[in-house]
Nanobody, 122 residues
């Protein structure tokens, strides 16, 4: 069974940092575009960042300059480093994959994990 398994969520104060990780061996081996989206209950999901197999990245305007996405192909792991966190970053964060190696640029994810909660208190 192909899986995406997130970890690293938690509670942090405003201005703090967290690093999310995602075990994604099958998708990384295939070279899929990978990324993260977040969702608050009752609201539409929001694409946060994506990274192609070659390392090209795309970020939502709301996180540019604060979040960094990276992938370690040798470890089959995707990361999201989140700095200068704000209360509005509070959400469930999902590791996700697009169908192809080249990212769409519009966070068109077709597979995702169970999510990890990030809570930022002011």
């Amino acid at each position: 069974q192909v899986q995406l398994v997130e970890s690293g969520g938690g509670s942090v104060q405003s201005g703090g940092s967290l690093r999310l990780s995602c075990a994604a061996s099958a998708y990384i081996r295939r070279g899929n575009c990978m990324g993260w989206f977040r969702q608050v209950a009752g609201k539409e999901r929001e694409g946060v960042a994506s990274i192609s197999s070659g390392g090209s990245t795309t970020y939502a305007n709301s996180v540019k300059g604060r979040f960094t996405i990276s992938r370690d192909n040798a470890k089959s792991t995707l990361y999201l480093q989140m700095n200068s966190l704000k209360s509005e970053d509070t959400a469930m964060y999902y590791c996700a994959a697009e169908p192809y190696a080249i990212c769409s640029g519009s966070f068109s994810f077709s597979s995702w994990g169970q999510g990890t909660q990030v809570t930022v208190s002011s």
